[in-house]
């Protein structure tokens, strides 16, 4: 009997895992024309956007290229998406989800005349995937950019911008479709990202593929409609493809636009003035699940009657259901309101995004500084705030900049954007003064300086800073520095021959590394693969003699790739079989690269991550761990800022046994400067003396460890 149960049980644990190993992987689509299939990337067989997405992904997903090189989404088009193959094989796929990325084509003269029928012959596309058993979640991808002006016959810039946009966003909003705005992504034109001014490269590739899997792994309702929830009646259009009403409340003017898919929690960013002028940031938080509000308080500038005008309006959007603490939006003036309605209500607000923001009613309306100001507005803050004279005005007490030090106790963090040559709202009356009290009362402020810019153009082309300035304030930000993927640098003014690029190298060091068995092995980027080692592909070997001097007869080799992220470092280490060399040392210095995207705790857990891997992967190893090397020309500027936080946080983690930590400081003068004789111009990559420093530091480290 008992003999029968251990079967029993046992027959029942091996469906179990059997069930689980048939677990179907989710299907992904990826519908498009030479962009999806990858024309102009470099090897676009493992770098164009559904490859790359395939990595990041992983192994539960199936993504498949439907790509097609001049495919048009009309029908009538001079090569149509329906008639092709491929878009019989994508239906034949049965996708769980379908990324359509079509319309480039359709900008060109010959096709654009039948763009009348655009959004009918799009319709009909989603509607022939909706219908499929897999009932399929449609995302709709936004064109890129096209930077070629002058060309009015073929691919046409103003077409895609002006007339085919805003056609896919109607459609988004007639359909219920969710859509990605790529177009602001690629703004402004950068060669190393759109080689052809049309198609993007290896690294363009990377920023869809990175964009497309935060939409993918969005979790949330898609069912939640905060207007039937609170009974709100009103006009109801499309916001850029997003739902949006536009009803009262109290009387008051409001307006509310819902994402296709409410984020968990209900995040929500809440504008203060000028709805719709430069909405990119808005747009992308819709696209990530946050609704976007707004309730009129123009006539108040900011005044007690507005702050509590906008504290029933919070409370009203609460009874809805919306998260706890808004994200607070202000432009120009609307700075006055989010800023006194923030410094009332600390507790409710999660983070702060002020543009070219008036701090104080003496520099904008009042013109009492560098600006002219304006005498009507002037006015209209006199009868708002119930001043009877200039001088009440003038004296008044109650601006953010007087209420800095109150505001920064507050907690949240606060991001401004602004013009350097703002002559309306001059910085040094307004962001300055307050950024400076902030900080000495131990707020969380940055700044982004535009310089050359005046008051307008409001915001930046790519809201990608302030989007995931936001994202990190309300815990949403995916940190790719821990997330494992293949790189995607291209060039070859990296380092190495002409014709190579990212998978050249990886290869060549799984190569390398798997027949020559070094001792000690050095991982990392550009620095560590200035050393050179054994390979071929690699031009650029600084510091080749010098280590070859410092460690004699010792076998050693480089497995720096110019470029890498400590994501990609990731990979290759879960990936390269580095494990075969069974080295007695690992170096690993990593973490540079991430510095233009990624804040200090990220490329940290990135950096943890790494050693991890490589821990795991290569237990008899001692791992020498040096993070980044010192970088950043300028003492206080924020390059060595961010260096010296990542080295703080590596120096108190608990490291075991296995790891010796070391921050080599000697690169830097006692001025606070970096040595010149040591490290370059770019204050990042070492000449032959640093080479040969730091060669000299790494023999005398790893030698306990080659008895």
Known sequence: MKIKSVLSVFLMVLLFLGSRAETPKIRVACVGNSITFGSKVVNREKNSYPQQLQYILGANYEVKNFGVSGATLLRKGNKPYFSLPQYHEAINFNPNIVLIKLGTNDSKLVNRVYLNEYKSDYSALIDSFRMLPAKPRVILLLPLPAFNEADTIGITASVIRDRIIPAIRELAYEKGCEV?????????????????????????????????????????????????????????????????????????????????????????????????????????????????????????????????????????????????????????????????????????????????????????????????????????????????????????????????????????????????????????????LFEIAVQENGGNIEVIHKPGVNHHPHSLENPTPIVDFILRAVNRKINFATLAAPGNEYRSAAGWKEGSDWWANHEEITKVVSERKPTVLLIGNSITQGFGGSRDIVTWKPGREALNKALGSTTWESAGISGDRTQNVLWRVLNGNYEAANPKVVILTIGVNNFPDDKAEEITEGIKLC?????????????????????????????????????????????????????????????????????????????????????GIIAEMIRPFLK
């Open 180 to 432: 990605i705005n790529l177009y602001n992504l690629f703004l402004p034109f950068q060669q190393y990202l759109v080689t052809d001014k049309i198609h993007p490269s290896s690294i363009g590739a990377g920023i869809i593929a990175r964009r497309v899997y935060e939409t993918i792994l969005l979790k949330g309702d898609q069912n939640f409609d905060i207007t039937k929830k609170l009974s709100i009646s009103g006009k109801e259009s499309s916001y850029h493809g997003f739902p949006c009403t536009d009803f009262t409340f109290n009387s008051w003017a409001c307006k509310i636009a819902r994402p296709k898919i409410t984020a968990n929690g209900k995040p929500w960013i809440w504008r203060a003035r000028f709805w719709g002028h430069e909405p990119q940031t808005d747009i992308a938080l819709l696209e990530r699940g946050f609704h976007l509000v707004y309730c009129d308080v123009a006539d108040f500038n900011g005044s007690n009657e507005g702050v509590e005008r906008w504290n029933k309006f919070y409370s009203f959007m609460r009874k809805g259901g919306l998260a706890p603490k808004v994200v607070l939006e202000g432009m120009s003036r609307g700075g006055l309101i989010i800023y006194r309605w923030a410094a009332a209500n600390p507790e409710k607000v999660a983070c702060v995004y002020a543009d070219a923001p008036v701090l104080d009613i003496k520099s904008w309306p009042g013109g009492k500084g560098k600006g002219a100001g304006s005498l009507p507005d002037w006015n209209l803050v006199k009868k708002a705030y119930g001043f009877a004279t200039d001088q009440e005005a003038i004296d008044y007490k109650g601006n953010p900049v007087d209420l800095a030090d109150k505001i920064a106790k507050g907690g949240y963090p606060m991001l401004h954007v602004v013009g350097d040559a703002d002559d309306v709202v001059p910085v040094t009356e307004n962001t300055a």
């Open 611 to 695: 050693v991890k891997a490589i821990s795991e992967k290569m237990p008899n190893a001692k791992i020498i761990l040096f993070g980044i090397l010192p970088t950043g020309n300028d003492p206080l500027g924020p390059q060595r800022e961010k260096y010296i936080r990542i080295h703080r946080l590596l120096s108190s983690y608990k490291w075991n046994k296995q790891v010796i930590y070391r921050n080599v400081t000697e690169f830097i003068q006692a001025d606070g400067k970096l040595n010149s004789a040591l490290v370059g111009p770019d204050g990042i990559h070492l000449t032959q003396g640093g080479y040969e420093l730091w060669s």
